[in-house]
């Protein structure tokens, strides 16, 4: 069956950086869009960034700029680095697999790893 392995998240002061890490098993890696999303306390999930399977690139607007979304189709790994880190970007983050066609909705993806925190202190 499909798994997406979050890991990378931890504790970091603001500006500092991070960068997750989804290995995927399970399905054909090249094939599928995959997504970044995170949930804050007290907040619902949202979409923070996407990567297709061509490599076309989109991010939310709280991100643009500071995030970057890369995959390598070899180690069917998709990363999520994360530069000049707020305390807004404390969240649990979330990767997930969508084929082919990539979204920023949440109910879009199939498949959905078990997250990893992150958090940022000021």
């Known amino acids: 069956q499909v798994q997406l392995v979050e890991s990378g998240g931890g504790l970091v002061q603001a500006g500092g950086s991070l960068r997750l890490s989804c290995a995927a098993s399970?399905?054909?890696?090249?094939?599928?869009?995959m997504g970044w999303f995170r949930q804050a306390p007290g907040k619902e999930r949202e979409f923070v960034t996407y990567i297709t399977p061509t490599g076309l690139t989109y991010y939310a607007g709280p991100v643009k700029g500071r995030f970057t979304i890369s995959r390598d189709n070899a180690k069917n790994t998709v990363y999520l680095q994360m530069n000049s880190l707020k305390p807004e970007d404390t969240a649990i983050y979330y990767c997930a697999a969508r084929f082919r066609v990539a979204s920023t909705s949440i109910a879009a993806y199939d498949n959905w790893g078990q997250g990893t925190q992150v958090t940022v202190s000021s």
């Open positions: 399970g399905l054909t890696f090249s094939g599928h869009s």
